[in-house]
C-alpha cells in the first residue's frame, strides 16, 4: 500500500466504531473486503459481550440538572446522597464514602471500585474532556463486569468544566437516575490466516475499534492498517512460520477481542511462538516505541536490529495496555509497536482522534520496519524468543489484570 491508499482507508472508516454495534461489524466486514483485495481470505468470528440501551440518565446536583451520560451495564434505579468529591485515596479519605455519591478523578478502575464500594459509597460521577478545550464532549462510559462483580453502583459521566464549577461551587447534595436495557450482544474479531512451512506460527493483532466519541483513525485504524500492510506483503513472499492476523473487535471495552480468542483458542496457542500488536502508528508527529512483554533480551534484539537499519525506536520491557496482554497472559511473547505523539499534538479517546493525526508517508515507513522484523522472525530456522515468561512479567500481567494491587 501507497500514502494514498492508507489515507483512503482512513477516509472509509472515519465513523465511530463502538464494540458491539452494527457500526463495529461495518467495519470488520470493511476489513474482509480488503483482504479480499489482496486475494486473501479472512473470516468474521463473533463472541458475546454485555451490552446497554439506556433510556434516562439524569444527574441533579442541589436541584440543577448536569449534563451527564449514564454508566452502561450499572443497573437502573435512583440514588440521592450527599456529594463527596474523593480527592485523595488514604484510608481516612475512602472512610468519607460511607452513604455519598462519590466523585472521583480518571478513570473508574478496579481498584478504585472495590475501595469506594468496601467503604459505603452509594452512587460515583466521574469526569473526563479538558477544562482548557472548547468543547463540551461527555464519553459514553460503561461499569464492567470485572469491576462491578455484580455490585453495581448507579454512576454517571461529567465534562471537566462541569465537575470544577460543581466543587467551585460547594455542591452538597447530588441524584443519579438510571434506567437503561441490559442484554448480550455480538462482537466480533476479524481473522487471516497465512500457513507457513511449520505448524507453529506468529500472531499479529491490531484493534480496530473506537471508543464513543472518536473516529479512532490514530487508536488504532493505524494499528489496523498496519497488519493489513504486513499481510499484503506476506501474500507474495513465502515464509517459515505460518502468520495469523486478528483484528480485534472491542478492545477498548476492556481488550474484549483478544481475551475471547485466547479463550476460544488456548489450545491452539502452544503452537504461537510470538504475538506482534500494533496499536497507534503512523502519526504525524512522536516517538517510535517497542514495548516487551517478554524476556529482556527481546528488547535488545530489537534494539540492535533498529540501529543496524537505521529507524530510530524507543525500547522497554513492560506491559502494553493492548491487545498483547491476554496473549503474554497465557505464556505467549508479545510486542507491541506505537508511534507515541505528545499529547499536545495528538490526544485519544476523545473527538480528536481523526484522520487530520495521521500522515501516510509516515505510515508507509512504520510498516516497513514492521514488515522487516516481521519477516525475520517469520523466516527464522528457530524464533530466537524465549518461550517461557520472566517472573517480572508475570508479577506485571498479575497487577494489570488486577489479580494483584501494586503496592506503588
Not at 57 to 65: C, R, S, W, Y
Not at 234 to 262: D, M, V
Amino acid at each position: 500500500m501507497d500514502a494514498k491508499q492508507i489515507m483512503k482507508i482512513f477516509e472509509d472508516t472515519a465513523y465511530v466504531r463502538v464494540g458491539g454495534t452494527e457500526a463495529e461489524l461495518r467495519a470488520a466486514q470493511y476489513l474482509q473486503s480488503q483482504c479480499e483485495k489482496l486475494g486473501l481470505s479472512a473470516q468474521i468470528e463473533p463472541f458475546p459481550v454485555e451490552m446497554a440501551k439506556l433510556h434516562q440518565a439524569v444527574l441533579t446536583v442541589d436541584g440543577q440538572e448536569i449534563p451527564c451520560k449514564g454508566y452502561l451495564c450499572a443497573g437502573s434505579g435512583e440514588v440521592e446522597a450527599p456529594l463527596y468529591y474523593l480527592r485523595n485515596t488514604d484510608d481516612y479519605s475512602l472512610s468519607l464514602c460511607r452513604g455519598k455519591i462519590v466523585m472521583i478523578d480518571g478513570y473508574m478502575g478496579y481498584w478504585m471500585y472495590q475501595d469506594i464500594l468496601e467503604n459505603g459509597a452509594v452512587g460515583f460521577i466521574t469526569y473526563d474532556g479538558d477544562a482548557n478545550y472548547p468543547d463540551f464532549d461527555i464519553d459514553q462510559r460503561e461499569l464492567r463486569s470485572f469491576v462491578s462483580k455484580g455490585n453495581k453502583l448507579l454512576g454517571v459521566n461529567i465534562n471537566a468544566k462541569s465537575a470544577i464549577a460543581l466543587i467551585r461551587g460547594g455542591a452538597q447534595q447530588a441524584k443519579i437516575q438510571l434506567a437503561q436495557e441490559e442484554y448480550t450482544g455480538e462482537s466480533r474479531n476479524v481473522i487471516l490466516d497465512m500457513p507457513g512451512e511449520i505448524p507453529e506460527y506468529i500472531v499479529l493483532t491490531a484493534h480496530y475499534d473506537s471508543v464513543s466519541l472518536s473516529q479512532g483513525a490514530y487508536d488504532n485504524m493505524s494499528g489496523s492498517v498496519g497488519i493489513l500492510g504486513v499481510a499484503e506483503y506476506f501474500a507474495k513472499h513465502p515464509h517459515h512460520y505460518g502468520l495469523r492476523f486478528i483484528w480485534c473487535g472491542s478492545e477498548e471495552r476492556g481488550l474484549l477481542g483478544s481475551k475471547a480468542y485466547c479463550q476460544a483458542h488456548e489450545e491452539s496457542l502452544k503452537n504461537v511462538v510470538l504475538n506482534i500488536n500494533l496499536d497507534m502508528i503512523g502519526c504525524i508527529m512522536g516517538k517510535f516505541i517497542a514495548c516487551c512483554t517478554s524476556e529482556e533480551a527481546l528488547t535488545h534484539y530489537v534494539r540492535y536490529v533498529a540501529a543496524q537499519w537505521g529507524f530510530g525506536i524507543s525500547v522497554r520491557q513492560d506491559v502494553y495496555s493492548s491487545d498483547s496482554t491476554p496473549f503474554a497472559d497465557k505464556g505467549v511473547p508479545a510486542l507491541s509497536f506505537a508511534r507515541i505523539a505528545p499529547h499536545n499534538t495528538a490526544t485519544i479517546h476523545n473527538s480528536y482522534d481523526t484522520i487530520a493525526l495521521m500522515k501516510g508517508e509516515q505510515m508507509v515507513e512504520d510498516i516497513a520496519f514492521i514488515t522487516r522484523f516481521t519477516e525475520a522472525m517469520a523466516n527464522a530456522r528457530r524464533c530466537p524468543v524465549g518461550r517461557e515468561m520472566p517472573d517480572n512479567m508475570k508479577e506485571k500481567l498479575d497487577i494489570y489484570l488486577t489479580r494483584k494491587r501494586d503496592k506503588k
